[in-house]
Nanobody
Framework: QVQLVESGGGSVQAGGSLTLSCVPS????????MSWHRQAPNKEREFVAS???????NYADSVKGRFAISQNNASHTMYLQMNSLKPEDTAVYYC????????????WGQGTQVTVSS
């Protein structure tokens, strides 16, 4: 069972920045996709950003131009650089790791809290 270790959450004022990281405990994939999702209180979990095979990225419209996703090829650590944070970015952020060898497996992190105050 692959474990995902997330870090980097915290509290920041509006306009500030935070960087989240997520590293899988094992990596044996022909194809991989890592992504961030978030869940605010009383709301459904929503997609934030993804990166496929260390290259192709995709972002939710709400974070385009403010957030940047990246992945380290050597350590497989995924990062989410969050700039110009807004109070509406407040949520628990979850890392997701999808790995394909001969079938797909998916894993979720435990979540890390991001709080943005106005």
């Amino acid at each position: 069972q692959v474990q995902l270790v997330e870090s980097g959450g915290g509290s920041v004022q509006a306009g500030g920045s935070l960087t989240l990281s997520c590293v899988p405990s094992a990596y044996h994939c022909r194809i991989s996709a890592m992504s961030w999702h978030r869940q605010a209180p009383n709301k459904e979990r929503e997609f934030v950003a993804s990166i496929v095979n260390f290259g192709t990225t995709n972002y939710a419209d709400s974070v385009k131009g403010r957030f940047a996703i990246s992945q380290n090829n050597a350590s497989h650590t995924m990062y989410l650089q969050m700039n110009s944070l807004k109070p509406e970015d407040t949520a628990v952020y979850y890392c997701k790791f999808a790995c394909w060898w001969d079938s797909w497996s998916e894993y979720w992190g435990q979540g890390t809290q991001v709080t943005v105050s106005s």
